[in-house]
Every structure is written in C-alpha cells, then in structure tokens.
C-alpha cells in the first residue's frame, strides 16, 4: 500500500491507535520526569562524580573552581580597598580641617594690633620708619 491510499478502519482500531498515541506521550513525560529527578538524586548522592566525563575533565573542573575562587577573592579585596580609601579620605578631609582652623586661629593672634598691645607691657613700640633692605651685588668673578 501507499502513502495515499483509504484505510478502513474499524472503530475499536481508530480508539485503540488514540490510546496507544496518548500513552506514548505520558510515557514519554514521565521518562523526562525521571531523567530529571535521576540527575536530580545523582547530584544529590554524589553519584555523577563518578563518571568518566567528571573523572576525564577533572582538571578544567578544579580550575574552574580556582578561577571561581579569584573571582570571589577579588570582590572581597576591592571592598577593603574601598573601606580603605573611604577612610582615608575622612581622616584626610579631618586633618585639612585642623588645619585651616590652626590656620585662622594662628592669623587671629598674630594681628599686627593685638602684637602691640602685647608688646606694650615690655615697653616696646611700634616704627613708624619703613623697614629698610640692603643688598649687596656680588661680582661675577669671584
């Protein structure tokens, strides 16, 4: 017979080849489900480390894992790293602080008026005569 050709079926022939056709399919969801769950439990149970695949391809795996373990290290190192330079930066922007306060606290005490004043009690006065420099040129010769 060909592809073409009418087939007379009888009806319990047509029902049992829909049966046949629907348990095929959950057969075959039921071998998916257990493949699933057999990978699943071999996991679980260490049993795929026994395999020649695992057992070929050990070294890569074990890099793998290593190049992992930079991966993670590194995340950890930046971290410090950022602390540190977050803390730093505080402990700069703290000193500058101290700085410019000593700064206008030092520019507070030595006003040329406030120096008078202390200068007063040791009888010392204020010029009034412009200070004067002297400078000596020095010959190229010598």
Do not use: H, P, W
């Not at 056709?21 to 439990?41: G, I, L, P, Q």
């Not at 070929?56 to 993670?72: H, R, S, Y």
């Not at 030092?106 to 005569?129: A, D, F, G, P, S």
């Amino acid at each position: 017979m060909s592809d073409n050709d009418y087939i007379a079926y009888s009806e319990e022939e047509k029902s049992a080849t829909k049966e046949s056709k629907v348990d095929s399919k959950k057969e075959s969801k039921k071998d998916a489900r257990a493949t699933k769950t057999n990978a699943f439990t071999q996991i679980l149970n260490g049993d795929f480390l026994t395999r020649e695949f695992v057992l070929n391809n050990l070294n890569f795996i074990f890099f793998i894992i290593f190049l992992l373990l930079l991966v993670v290290g590194k995340g950890y190192y930046g971290k410090q790293l950022s602390d540190d330079i977050n803390a730093t930066q505080q402990e700069v922007d703290q000193n500058a602080a101290e700085y410019i306060e000593s700064k206008a606290k030092l520019e507070t005490v030595t006003r040329r008026y406030k120096l008078v004043e202390k200068l007063e009690k040791r009888e010392l006065k204020e010029t009034q005569n412009a200070t004067k420099v002297i400078r000596v040129k020095k010959k190229v010769n010598e």
